[in-house]
């Protein structure tokens, strides 16, 4: 089972900020929060991933809790092309079965116009 | 990123035939390869595990003799549907894991598969 919480679904006005969170209270102390995102029948493409620290890339910021229970991704300034259902999964960055991605339901983000 | 090429993207095939599904990383080698299953508005699943030149490491329920994986190299790792049925019918996706400081895995555009 997907060790994260996530709304399964939520809206954002074009050009706005989309803030996507995500519970994982369970979280081990190797285990990274990884962020990817599906567009519709495509694969899932990879966003940022964080440890503790606050992330960012040319695509979106992590913010994680300082307790590491939970972590907010924020796309700054959303469009049409961020609709996506994006997942957040917490996985151990090295060994075994434990570093597999895990895929739970994600939240299926609508930006509209 | 690193790309991740899956062929083909769609088949049509009949009952009974046998469906060969490659992945292949383009610009890294892959250690670790992965392929996944995903039923139409379900979150993916994943099937198998496949370090290159061992055997695969299939996920319980997952069916070894039906879903065939070979990772004969770093840069390519294959998929064979053994004698599809039309409950095989669904939407595979491969994954490449770059080994490294960032061990992020990337994924295939996928293969619609649709057994009749």
């Known amino acids: 089972d997907a060790k994260t919480t996530q709304p399964p679904s939520m809206d954002c006005a074009e050009g706005r900020a989309a803030n996507l969170p995500c519970n994982h209270s369970?979280?081990?102390?190797?285990?990274?929060v990884y962020w990817y995102r599906q567009i519709h029948s495509q694969g899932p493409q990879y966003i940022i991933h964080g440890l503790k620290n606050n992330e960012t890339n040319e695509m979106a910021s992590l913010i994680i809790t300082e307790d590491r229970k939970s972590s907010t991704l924020i796309l700054p300034h959303a469009t049409l092309r961020d609709t996506a259902v994006y997942y957040c999964?917490?996985?151990?960055?090295?060994?075994?079965?434990?570093?597999?991605?895990?895929f739970g339901k994600g939240t299926k983000l609508s930006v509209k116009p | 990123g690193a790309v991740v090429s899956q062929h083909p993207s769609r088949v049509i095939c009949k009952s009974g035939t046998s469906v060969k599904i490659e992945c292949r990383s383009l610009d890294f080698q892959a250690t670790t390869m992965f392929w996944y299953r995903q039923f139409p508005k379900k979150s993916l699943m994943l099937m198998a595990t496949?370090?290159?030149?061992?055997?695969?490491?299939?996920e319980q329920g997952v069916e070894k003799d039906k879903f065939l994986i070979n990772h004969a190299s770093l840069t390519l790792s294959t998929l064979t549907v053994t004698s599809a049925h039309p409950e095989d019918s669904s939407f595979y996706i491969c994954s490449a894991r770059l080994a490294g400081f960032r061990n992020i895995q990337y994924f295939g555009a996928g293969t619609r598969l649709s057994v009749l």
């Open positions: 496949s370090n290159e030149g061992s055997k695969a490491t299939y």
């Open positions: 999964i917490v996985r151990a960055y090295y060994g075994g079965s434990q570093g597999n991605l895990i």
């Open positions: 369970t979280i081990s102390g190797n285990e990274y």
